[in-house]
């Protein structure tokens, strides 16, 4: 079993910045990737960004340029830098996991851009 815990989300200006990190533990060897999802009220959860275990990261468009994803793999941790953030960055972000053909989600933490 993985068990994945986020932290660092909060409220933030439009413009702003916030640093989210995502802690894993358990059964955690290997190759793995984690990525970082988000979910606004009433819409899908969707993509932010991913990045595999060597370090390879992946970015949807709307926060390309402006967050980065990193890891560190001796810590198990992944974080996202959110730089210049919109309002349309609100939403519940949730870390995600994948390793041996199964994946894991954390419970999320809420990130609320507004002024």
């Known amino acids: 079993q993985v068990q994945l815990v986020e932290s660092g989300g909060g409220l933030v200006q439009p413009g702003g910045s916030l640093r989210l990190s995502c802690e894993a533990s358990?059964?955690?060897?290997?190759?793995?990737?984690m990525g970082w999802y988000r979910q606004a009220v009433g819409q899908q959860r969707e993509l932010v960004a991913r990045i595999s275990s060597g370090g390879s990261p992946v970015y949807a468009d709307s926060p390309k340029g402006r967050f980065t994803i990193s890891r560190d793999n001796g810590k198990n941790t992944a974080y996202l830098q959110m730089n210049n953030v919109k309002s349309e960055d609100t939403g519940v972000y949730y870390c995600?996991?994948?390793?041996?053909?199964?994946?894991?989600w954390g419970k999320g933490t809420l990130v609320t851009v507004s002024s």
């Open positions: 995600n996991l994948k390793i041996r053909a199964r994946e894991y």
């Open positions: 358990g059964s955690i060897f290997g190759i793995y990737e």
